[in-house]
């Protein structure tokens, strides 16, 4: 079964850092680009970033109100994805989902979800 | 970026009606090399992660029943749930994944009446 669970989630402090996994079965996780979106209280689905296979060149892009404080990594010898998520704000309270990206030409839609992880920054 | 605008915000369709949810990007998603627009549509029901429902703008993901159905292209996109069933109740998304800087739509609705 393809499968995507995401642990690490929790309480923490404004300005704290926090690193969220992503345990990834049933796929060659290795072939696959990799997401994060998060999901504020009772709002919509926000994209966080991406990280490319390393077949291709396993960069990562972000949105602009992360840039410069998460970082998405990965393990394919583990078949996990990593955000390490730091200065933390109020703002970045959400639930946060990973994601598989499509794996075939000029399709990039999110088509595997895991079940989130929840994370609430809060003095 | 691109900014996803869905219309309406909220909708209630009884039973077996059409229920049809509209997404405008602020630029096209058209791909001019493959002609493919970049666009997909999502399902979250309560206390459950989104589920993706189109992609393409109009290709069905595998299982998705057949009473969805995407539409559209460049900057005007359409879902339309033919015949509105109570499992449908839940707020569906639109997504741009033309820049790479993707992008949601804030989400509709979908009721029962």
């Known amino acids: 079964e393809v499968q995507l669970v995401e642990s690490g989630g929790g309480l923490i402090k404004p300005g704290g850092s926090l690193r969220l996994s992503c345990a990834a079965s049933g796929f060659p996780f290795s072939k696959y680009w990799m997401s994060w979106v998060r999901q504020a209280p009772a709002k919509g689905l926000e994209w966080v970033g991406r990280?490319?296979?390393?077949?291709?060149?396993?960069?990562?892009e972000y949105a602009a109100p992360v840039r410069g404080r998460f970082t998405i990594s990965r393990d394919d010898s583990e078949n996990t994805l990593y955000l390490q998520m730091n200065s933390l704000k109020t703002e970045d309270t959400a639930i946060y989902y990973c994601?598989?990206?499509?794996?075939?030409?000029?399709?990039?839609?999110?088509?595997?979800w895991g079940q989130g992880t929840k994370v609430t920054v809060a003095s | 970026d691109i900014v996803m605008t869905q219309s309406p915000d909220s909708l209630a369709v009884s039973l077996g009606e059409r229920a049809t949810i509209n997404c405008k990007s602020s630029q096209s998603v058209l791909s001019s090399p493959n002609n493919k627009n970049y666009l997909a549509w999502y399902q979250q029901k309560p206390g459950q992660p989104p589920k993706l429902l189109i992609y393409?703008?109009?290709t069905r993901e595998s299982g998705v029943p057949e009473r969805f159905s995407g539409s559209g292209s460049g900057t005007d996109f359409t879902l339309t749930i033919s015949s509105l069933q109570a499992e449908d109740v839940a707020v569906y998304y639109c997504?741009?994944?033309?820049?790479?800087?993707?992008?949601f739509g804030q989400g509709t609705q979908v009721e029962i009446k």
């Open positions: 994601t598989r990206i499509q794996y075939c030409s000029g399709c990039y839609a999110f088509d595997i």
């Open positions: 393409w703008a109009s």
């Open positions: 997504q741009q994944y033309y820049n790479s800087l993707r992008t």
């Open positions: 990280i490319r296979s390393k077949s291709d060149g396993g960069t990562t």
